[in-house]
């Protein structure tokens, strides 16, 4: 069963890196991630290798797994693997014999923008696509630094204007008199409210005299005594 052809305007994607799962099954194994300043990839089943790579039939350790080219990415197909390819998440189906390529005596195929290749032997597969090149963010231009002097100047003017319209002795002082004077003002009107705002006044000779200081008359029995 043939795969889908690749549209003639669909070209490899020059710019990006290779992103490679391997998979034993249907489970991840492993992941890695190349950046687009790499020239090319090399696998081996040794640790130290680029990409390590084990349970595969190589010709030679290590293999020129993948190569950039003026157009993208360039995969070479080891001799017993069988590869796969799925165009933009549809399912995988073999890669038709007219994509791939002979270079060196090898099997070849340029990796598609949108494409995941995966290169299977035995339960283990290996998937590879092109990473995703992040746009370069754009370099501060003169009115950036202007509006950046700007904002630091009006940050750093901030305790300088503490400093000067800050609390000093002075307007301490004038603090203390205003909060004493209110008081003062709210404790005159609880009094008021209270009718203590009238002073007291000594008697005079008249009320003195005109009071008895006798008290109540109190009727004695007869048999008691009163000294």
Same mark, same amino acid.
């Given at each position: 069963?043939?795969? &889908?052809?690749?549209?003639?305007?669909?070209?490899?994607?020059?710019?990006?890196? %290779?992103?490679?799962? %391997?998979?034993?099954?249907?489970? %991840?194994?492993?992941?890695?991630?190349?950046?687009?300043?790499?020239?090319?990839?090399h696998a081996a089943p040794d640790e130290t290798a680029p990409l390590p790579l084990y349970g595969f039939t190589l010709p030679e350790e290590p293999f020129l797994l993948a190569e950039r080219t003026?157009?993208?990415?360039?995969?070479?197909?080891?001799?017993?693997?069988?590869?796969?390819?799925?165009?933009?998440?549809?399912?995988?189906?073999?890669? &038709?014999?007219?994509? %791939?390529?002979?270079?060196?005596?090898?099997?070849?195929?340029?990796?598609?923008?949108?494409?995941?290749?995966?290169?299977?032997e035995g339960q283990l597969s290996l998937r590879l696509q092109g990473s995703v090149v992040k746009e370069q963010v754009n370099r501060l231009r003169w009115k950036d630094f202007g509006w950046l002097?700007?904002?630091?100047?009006?940050?750093?003017?901030?305790?300088?204007?503490?400093?000067?319209?800050?609390?000093?002795?002075?307007?301490?002082?004038?603090?203390?008199?205003?909060?004493?004077?209110?008081?003062?003002?709210?404790?005159?009107?609880?009094?008021?409210?209270?009718?203590?705002?009238? &002073?007291?006044?000594?008697?005079?000779?008249?009320?003195?005299?005109?009071?008895?200081?006798?008290?109540?008359?109190?009727?004695? &029995?007869?048999?008691?005594?009163?000294?």
């Amino acid at each position: 069963m043939q795969g &889908p052809m690749l549209p003639p305007a669909m070209n490899t994607k020059a710019g990006g890196g %290779l992103f490679c799962e %391997l998979y034993w099954g249907d489970n %991840l194994s492993e992941a890695w991630s190349y950046g687009p300043e790499r020239a090319n990839v090399h696998a081996a089943p040794d640790e130290t290798a680029p990409l390590p790579l084990y349970g595969f039939t190589l010709p030679e350790e290590p293999f020129l797994l993948a190569e950039r080219t003026a157009q993208g990415w360039r995969i070479h197909l080891p001799p017993a693997a069988r590869a796969e390819r799925a165009l933009k998440g549809d399912s995988y189906a073999a890669v &038709p014999a007219t994509d %791939l390529r002979q270079h060196e005596g090898r099997a070849t195929i340029d990796l598609a923008e949108g494409m995941t290749l995966r290169i299977s032997e035995g339960q283990l597969s290996l998937r590879l696509q092109g990473s995703v090149v992040k746009e370069q963010v754009n370099r501060l231009r003169w009115k950036d630094f202007g509006w950046l002097v700007v904002v630091s100047m009006l940050f750093l003017s901030l305790p300088v204007g503490f400093l000067i319209a800050g609390p000093t002795p002075q307007r301490m002082e004038e603090s203390k008199v205003r909060a004493m004077r209110l008081a003062a003002e709210k404790e005159a009107e609880r009094r008021k409210a209270m009718g203590l705002d009238t &002073p007291m006044r000594p008697l005079t000779d008249a009320e003195r005299e005109a009071k008895s200081d006798a008290g109540d008359d109190v009727t004695v &029995p007869a048999f008691l005594r009163v000294r």
